[in-house]
T-cell receptor, first 110, second 112 residues
Framework: NAGVTQTPKFRILKIGQSMTLQCAQD?????MYWYRQDPGMGLKLIYY???????DKGEVPNGYNVSRSTTEDFPLRLELAAPSQTSVYFC?????????FGEGSRLTVL | GQSLEQPSEVTAVEGAIVQINCTYQ??????LSWYQQHDGGAPTFLSY????GLEETGRFSSFLSRSDSYGYLLLQELQMKDSASYFC?????????????FGKGTRLHILP
């Protein structure tokens, strides 16, 4: 999806490893979000940010960290990966109910 | 806690009309959105209601009743390409639209 770029698209991690999912946008939106989606389920909000330097916890923040040093970038850090973090991760931008999603990052923890 | 309830699956016939309901229980409410997601794809925005009433966008309409904590998505003239999952989402704050949470989704099956 134009405007929101997520990397990597696929990744396999071993239990206990750490990694960072990258999200970059070129639409100058202040609001950015990280969601995870387990198979056949809805999206769960992990963290969100309303602007550079401001982040807040969502519904399922445990095991994750974020930072927002610039408007463009909103990386999601997984520390000590666990099998329960196997999921598809979506980054989104927008507000007033209208979110624009990246293509997703599929993460498997073995 | 916050919760959004929607049916897990709905089946309809091509060319027909289908309604997908969403009820929410949240500490506050700023607006209700609807998203479509095809298998393997990302969610895409369909519609948003902040006030009571009906919003129409082509074949899709969305309705909101704030007093009933209820909304629905109406899809008309169903096409096979409408086979997808549909999610309602709310901003559960009284005066902020930043935090947005989603329901578990409704899988729409369309029969020819």
């Amino acid at each position: 999806n134009a405007g929101v770029t997520q990397t990597p698209k696929f990744r396999i991690l071993k239990i206990g490893q750490s990694m960072t999912l990258q999200c970059a946008q070129d639409m100058n939106h202040n609001y950015m979000y990280w969601y995870r989606q387990d198979p056949g389920m809805g999206l769960k909000l992990i963290y969100y940010s309303v602007g550079a330097g401001i982040t807040d916890k969502g519904e399922v923040p445990n095991g994750y960290n974020v930072s927002r040093s610039t408007t463009e970038d909103f990386p999601l850090r997984l520390e000590l990966a666990a099998p329960s973090q196997t999921s598809v991760y979506f980054c989104a931008i927008g507000r007033t109910g209208e979110l624009f999603f990246g293509e997703g990052s599929r993460l498997t923890v073995l | 806690g916050q919760s959004l309830e929607q049916p897990s699956e709905v089946t309809a016939v091509e060319g027909a009309i289908v309604q997908i309901n969403c009820t929410y229980q949240t500490s506050g409410f700023y607006g209700l959105s609807w998203y479509q997601q095809h298998d393997g794809g990302a969610p895409t925005f369909l519609s948003y209601n902040a006030l009571d009433g009906l919003e129409e966008t082509g074949r899709f309409s969305s309705f909101l009743s704030r007093s009933d904590s209820y909304g629905y998505l109406l899809l008309q003239e169903l096409q096979m390409k409408d086979s997808a999952s549909y999610f309602c989402a709310v901003s559960p704050s009284m005066n902020r639209d930043d935090k947005i949470i989603f329901g578990k989704g409704t899988r729409l099956h369309i029969l020819p």
